[in-house]
């Protein structure tokens, strides 16, 4: 949820920059969305092999148009059900809208942010090296879609093995 609205915010911020040529609407839908705390399920794993975070700016974009799933008020309510209650109208995107609120990184920058945050008051600092084998890993496996012991044993160095060792429990689909 933290980094979910970090994006947000970070997309806002970036949008408010003025040369995106949205229309201001869609940075007032973003923070009206923050302040009342209502934030889209953006999912933890996926990807489309495109750069930037394409999926989980998608998934915030879904939810600023009105669609989607979101959180709001302690509960899992539809996007529109959730603009309702609040009483503020969803974006009707026009013409740069949609582009401009899914394209760049602001994702991993809000993510970033928040890592940093934590680590600046000495929070879920030993997570942050884990995560990134994590994640190192599951890139490692999907790029190879299969693991040959022999090429293993040759080529892959005694760390690699030891991340192994650590993470295969972990990444098991």
Do not use: K
Not at 51 to 74: F, H, K, N, P, W
Not at 92 to 118: D, K
Request: hydrophobic content about 45%; aromatic content about 4%; charged content about 20%.
């Amino acid at each position: 949820m933290l980094r979910v609205r970090a994006a947000m915010a970070v997309r806002a911020h970036g949008l408010a920059q003025g040369y995106s040529g949205v229309d201001p609407s869609t940075v007032d839908v973003l923070i009206a969305m923050l302040n009342h705390g209502l934030h889209p399920i953006v999912r933890q794993v996926g990807s489309v092999g495109a750069s930037g975070d394409l999926v989980e700016l998608a998934q915030i974009a879904r939810a600023v148009i009105g669609e989607g799933t979101v959180e709001y008020a302690g509960r899992t309510i539809s996007a529109a059900a959730a603009f309702r209650a609040i009483g503020v109208t969803p974006l009707a995107p026009r013409y740069r809208e949609g582009l401009a609120l899914m394209n760049g990184t602001s994702f991993h920058t809000g993510a970033a942010a928040v890592l940093c945050a934590h680590s600046a008051r000495g929070e879920h600092v030993d997570r942050v090296p884990r995560r990134g084998e994590i994640g190192g890993r599951r890139v490692q496996l999907v790029l190879t879609q299969a693991r040959f012991s022999e090429l293993d044993r040759v080529l892959v160095a005694v760390g690699d093995r030891h991340v192994d060792q650590r993470v295969d429990g972990r990444c098991a689909a």
